[in-house]
């Protein structure tokens, strides 16, 4: 039965993210031929702000209403899971209000002093609406992926892949149409709308659901105290960590265009270079990715079930077969970006440094799809500050390579720190679980 809903939920997620990513792989073709190398360069720039934010105010409280949800019985739990989600979309949409105003109102000093780029400062401005939306239904997506339910999480995540990409094209068409200037903080308007037009979506379809288990009254004191007690204690080290990642993430992202103008670029050739690479090859090299990410998320409540009942040979199964499958998607993406990486760059987003970087960043394609399911089954077996450590350590040797590489050996640099990071990651999880790899059924 877990089985079948991993293989069910995986299915339905994956599919998803598929079309998502689809929809998303030609929408940055299309904002490359319309904003060109440094625009995209500049909307990259934003994207670690939105990253950091996210991770304060709801990654680590989407993990526990997952967490604490599942753990509730199926028949008599109900209530008790209600109390779960609507405690945590108090304390996500708290934190995202606050982080919305913090953004908004510091958008110039943030783009000007920390991304150094100044002309982010609309960017973060607009962007920064759309903080509560995007809290309300991650945190409602928790909760369905507590209950194994994928479906409305993946309809969700195409409805805003849609309406975002819609209206960025309408506006497009509406500016061309009437001869308007068009720049490229319309994508920050659309990825506002994209938010808002998810949580519309998944607001009611949450309320329709509790209303059929009619379970919307009642309530005891005692049990909403102890649940946001344990959301907290849970949510908060889990978010601290995260944060550390993200704000290193977002010095890295800073400091690539810096480094690369200390090679010899100048400012626009930098961020035009920063563009290229995350906005253009790294969105052929994450496309893949969708399979993995759907195990991910699925496979850790699995995997802790199966530790708290100390079935070994199950995690073992789960560990081989991951190890398994991540390693020959990864294979044969390499290949084939390898083979096709500069026809893929020219053809799709008219740039042949797009295409030299699809084929140097096709090495890492095996370890780039294998750690995340890696991470998620340490995270099931309660090694979280082990993934926290490996995720810190991956970090720290690229911005190692950021700050003394790349002003030397310019973009070149920056990739070879990838592939270490991911090399050293990969190493590690190995050693952790190599216990349960080598034990015999």
Known sequence: MKRNALIKGTFILTLASFLSRFIGFFYRIFLSRMFGEEGMGIYELMNPVLTLTFALCTSGIQSAISKFVAGEPEKTGSRNRLRILLTGLVFSGMLSVLCAALVYQGA???????LMEERCAPLLRIASLSFPAACIHSCINGYFYGIKKAGLPAFCQLFEQCFRVGSVFLFWNYASSHGIAFSITVAAVGLVIGEFASTLVSIPATWLHF?????????????????????????APLSANRVCLHLLGAVESARIPVSL?????????????YGVF??????????????????????????????????????????????????????????LFLLTGNFLGTMLFHSELAGHFIRTLSFICPLFYL???????????????????????????????????VPNFGIEGFLWGMLAGQFVTTACCFAL??????QKN
């Open 278 to 335: 995350t906005g253009m090859a790294m969105t052929c090299i994450h496309f893949p990715a969708a399979f993995t990410n759907s195990v991910s998320v699925l496979l850790m409540p699995l995997i802790a079930e199966a530790d708290a009942r100390k079935n070994t040979p199950a995690i073992r199964t789960a560990i081989l077969k991951c190890i398994r499958y991540c390693l020959l998607l990864g294979g044969a993406c390499m290949a």
């Open 211 to 235: 209303v059929k288990l009619g379970d919307l009254s009642h309530f005891s004191k005692t049990s909403w105290r102890a649940i946001t007690s344990r959301i907290f204690l849970f949510a």
């Open 371 to 405: 750690n995340p399911t890696l991470f998620s089954i340490l995270n099931g077996l309660g090694k979280t500050g082990h993934t926290f450590l490996l995720n810190m350590s991956s970090l720290l040797i690229r911005l190692a390579f950021v700050l003394f590489v």
């Open 108 to 114: 110039d000093f943030i783009a000007s002093t920390l």
């Open 261 to 273: 103008q200390q090679f010899g670029y100048t400012q626009t050739q930098a961020i035009s270079i």
């Open 433 to 438: 679980l190599r216990p349960f790899i080598t």
